[in-house]
């Protein structure tokens, strides 16, 4: 049960995704590009990291008031895109995503932990894990509020009264994005390092023509 939730977002991301498609429409889509196979992942990558930082961003600007709402809303969909990253690096290494044992890695690369067991008694932690960043984040904001409010009152009578009355209050909000967006391209930069890691072994480079002689020379 503890990894139910997991698993149904994984396959929602499997079934594909608005912008995105399914995981193997997305890799084929950088498969044809120049570069090594690594580096087309890591290519790959940047547009969920820009995906999931928005999502933070946006569900980062509300303050506490809509935390019920806010919070499993970017666990879910950040989540939801991080384990569609995992599942199209495994398309893109020659692994197929509906298989059980692809599907338990990927969810692995998102807890940071690559057995099937340590992924069903780590989920939980990981929960409440990225829950606690996000309470961190809006504690961030709320204290950055309150000194702008204190600041107000003292500047009521100051030369200070517009900087402080105007222009930190509307812009706190952004504080709260800009926190939310940071975190979340930060994790599902480490969910695509943990998906190479797990998906793509790339073969080491053929020796070039002149070592090859130069080596039968040395033999001869």
Partial sequence: ??????????????????????????????????????????????????????????????GFLMLPVTLPTNLAGVALIQLHLAAATAFMGGHDPHDQAVRERAIGCLLGHGTEEAT???????????????????GIRFLAESTVGLATRVGRWGVTNVVTRQFPRRSLPLVGGILG????????????????????????????????????????
């Fill in 1 to 62: 049960m503890r990894s139910h939730i997991l698993r149904l977002l994984y396959n929602r991301a499997v079934d594909g995704l608005p912008a995105l498609g399914t995981p193997a429409e997305t890799a084929a889509r950088f498969l044809s590009a120049p570069g090594t196979l690594t580096e087309r992942a890591e290519e790959m990558a940047k547009t969920h990291t820009m995906l999931c930082a928005s999502t933070g961003f946006v569900c980062g600007l509300p």
């Fill in 120 to 138: 069903k008694e780590n989920e939980a932690v990981e929960v409440i894990d990225r829950s606690a960043v996000k309470l961190a984040e809006r």
């Fill in 181 to 220: 967006g940071a975190s979340d391209a930060y994790s599902t930069g480490k969910v695509a390092e943990a998906a190479r890691d797990a998906f793509i072994n790339e073969a080491p480079p053929l020796p070039r023509i002149a070592e090859l002689e130069t080596s039968g020379d040395g033999a001869g």
